[in-house]
């Protein structure tokens, strides 16, 4: 029985799917609607129309055990259900395609590309039909809506009091240590964390946020009187349409490191959303007892997954994180500090992302063979052979090796654990950009570590490219002056901002935008950075 | 103003030391309201690395010589001026050294001397300049020395009259126990008087020293306009 659902999620990991469409109820929903009993072959994978509550449901209860309430509903649509259809493993309704969204009668039934690629499973044709699936099905990532947070206003977090910065898709903050760009970054992974559920300790961790004391985490500027509440405040345009976001975050403990954060801004509309669930109840059934509407009330608000409001983009700003290269974590030669899949903060996972690549990802990271003119092949040793050939000393975790291309054939391959650095950075930093797997709104603290100069101009470049291809949007930070050179400022998408404190201590950012005329621009940003008429160095030496 | 949300203004500075623009950085920030950060350093800046400044006589750096350098070459300048929100370079220059860079002083006795001399630097700095630049740049240009607007603060007087403004400054300032070291910090603290215009108006300085009032009537008929 088991073995199946452990079957089931493979197939979904084959299709690409995101993490969360490879748990059980997405293994179980497969199974049900290929009608595989636990003894059944794939190959028997039939098609057949299913609903939700009564076929779905029963056929998961009947043949493997498993007897989910009536409150699960929500996930498997959630879960299942609607991204299956987003990206093209089952047809909605195929039976009557005018039924309405609300129909009791709303059924599901696999679609014949997928049926026929999943009747392979287990056989030699596997991975070709599967190929030819993914060639003409949509991506996973374009099962996610595009968002562009096209404006940030943040109050009182950190260094920061006020300050307003209009992003654009590629976003590059330059300023002298301790100016508050990584603040910048962070009251983004504090939005991530609310709109998670997750403003915890470990949320926030999770995310790359360097946690402080809340009263420290809170501005603390003498001469303003500061309310004891972070500000943030969102402009996104959603599949193009314009949305707004706020959200005003205090601590329950001021003095507690570990201290819990509630979102003010939706704690006050709470009551009103209840208020309105109870006047449907009761205008829908007048004479209901107390007991019974608020048992009523229960479902609709599990049915609806809570009452906080849902939005298009939660998942994405929940997947927002602060990625910090460490080579040690690249390397695999330390404990994965964390624990976020499928890409670590610091490195981690590389090896296993990469396992995991199909052909147009593998090709696109072959791209780093072209940054570096002594590498010839990136070595993926799934099953560590490698190791048992001494080709790395065993304290290392990763499977990558890299080969040289002007060493003997029989001497030329490096374990991640000795090969040089910075080919391991490059390599993180594209498979971040190619895969469909990792975020698609992130932030870099300080790109350049590790990479020579002319490399980071190269491969800023080349990021860029990504970010259009793969409709991402990213922030990064850097103290190397070559990657500015790897910017187009006249491309709007690509955007330049000075972060400074000012003679108070506050942090404030500047768009840094040519004018118009550059008839006579004989200078590099590099060099202008360096000379100071960038700004964002330091003033006073 | 949507303009200046989102590219904040910022002024560059083109000076002979550290001390000189913490004068001019009071002066601009008590106009226009602009904050200092808002206010860069171009020159002196750290042009040269440790290897130059080991070759090089060190005497080269940081005086008229790298004015009139700047001037001529107007790479910091043009590169400057290249960035949205950034319309303004200050180049400051003491008239003290005037013979050295080709302006001839007038008759020190004379009533306009001070106007005198500060019209023919502004002039000497065009002639370096060759392109019309005259509408971003602001003349910072200091009769004898830039102790001299400072001194303003501490003696009432004419204090384009002084021929070393420097020394008059320090003798004032340690009769009244103050630090005269000649540094940023200190200069900032020093000259902060002059980015307080109610103390400005109520004590007069500009009244004793023209070439402070010319430089403070540059920065307010010319930036003024677009903040």
Known sequence: ?541 | MQCLTIFKMKIGVICEGHADRAVITNIITGITGLDRSNILALRPTNKSDETDKAFKNPKSISSWSVIKEECEKKELINEFLAIEGQDFVVIHIDTAEAGSYGVNSPNKKSDNYCENIRSLVVGKINDWLVTDLSKSILYAVAVEEIDAWVLTIYEQGDSSKPANPKKQLSRVLAKKDLDSTSNYNNYLILSNPLSKQREITKNNYLSYNCSLKAFHDEVKTKVLPLL
């Open chain 1, 1 to 541: 029985m088991d073995k199946k659902i452990q079957e089931a999620q493979d197939i979904l990991n084959g299709f690409d799917l995101p993490n969360e469409q490879q748990n059980q109820i997405c293994a179980l929903t497969l199974l049900a609607l290929c009608n595989i009993k636990p003894s059944d072959s794939w190959g028997k994978a039939e098609r057949k129309s299913m609903t939700l509550a009564i076929d779905i449901m029963e056929f998961i209860k009947i043949h493997y055990d498993i007897d989910y309430k009536s409150g699960t509903r929500e996930s498997f649509r959630k879960e299942a259900l609607n991204p299956f259809v987003s990206f093209g493993l089952i047809d909605k309704n195929p039976d009557n395609p005018t039924l309405p969204n609300t129909s009791p009668n709303t059924h599901y039934a696999m679609s014949l590309p997928a049926l026929d690629t999943i009747k392979t499973y287990n056989t030699p044709e596997w991975q070709i039909t599967l190929e030819k699936f993914k060639s003409k099905s949509k991506s996973p990532i374009d099962l996610k809506p595009t968002i562009t947070v096209s404006k940030i206003t943040i109050s009182r977090y950190k260094s920061i009091l006020q300050d307003t910065i209009e992003l654009g898709k590629f976003n590059v903050f330059i300023g002298a240590n301790g100016c508050g760009k990584s603040n910048i970054l962070e009251s983004l992974a504090t939005v991530g964390a609310e709109r998670g559920n997750d403003l915890t300790f470990e949320g926030l961790y999770s995310r790359g946020v360097r946690i402080a004391r809340p009263d420290l985490i809170l501005s603390s500027f003498l001469e303003d009187n500061v309310k004891k509440t972070i500000g943030i405040d969102l402009s996104l345009s959603v599949n193009d349409r314009s949305e707004k976001y706020y959200c005003e975050l205090a601590p329950d403990n001021e003095n507690d490191i570990y201290s819990k954060w509630i979102n003010l801004a939706e704690e006050e509309v709470y009551s009103d959303r209840l208020l309105k669930i109870f006047n449907l109840i009761t205008e829908q059934n007048p004479n209901i007892s107390g007991a019974d509407l608020i048992s009523k009330a229960n479902e609709i608000i599990s049915d609806k997954g809570g009452l906080d409001k849902k939005r298009a983009y939660d998942e994405i700003l929940s997947e927002y994180s602060i990625f910090d290269l460490s080579t040690k974590s690249l390397r695999g030669i330390s404990p994965a500090e964390s624990k976020k899949t499928p890409l670590g903060l610091n490195g981690e996972g590389l090896d296993l992302l990469i396992s995991g690549f199909n052909k147009k990802e593998r090709e696109q990271l072959n791209k780093c063979l072209t940054f570096f003119d002594w590498l010839e092949e990136i070595v993926n040793d799934k099953e560590d052979k490698l190791k048992l050939n001494g080709l790395k000393p065993g304290r290392s975790t990763s499977t990558l090796y890299f080969k040289d291309k002007y060493m003997r054939a029989s001497n030329n391959t490096f374990s991640a654990e000795n090969s040089n650095e910075g080919v391991l950075h490059v390599i993180f930093y594209l498979a971040l950009f190619i895969s469909t797997r990792t975020p698609k709104f992130f932030a870099i603290d300080n790109i350049e570590t590790a990479l020579n100069p002319k490399l980071c101009q190269t491969l800023i470049t080349e990021l860029v490219r990504l970010t259009t291809e793969s409709r991402r949007q990213v922030l990064i930070t850097t103290h190397n002056p070559a990657v500015l050179d790897g910017l187009n400022l006249l491309d709007d998408e690509q955007r330049l901002f000075e972060v400074y404190r000012d003679s108070e201590g506050k942090t404030k950012t500047r768009r840094i935008k040519f004018k118009n005329d550059l008839s006579n621009k004989n200078y590099k940003l590099s060099e202008m950075w360096l000379k100071g008429t960038l700004g964002a160095v330091p003033n006073n030496f």
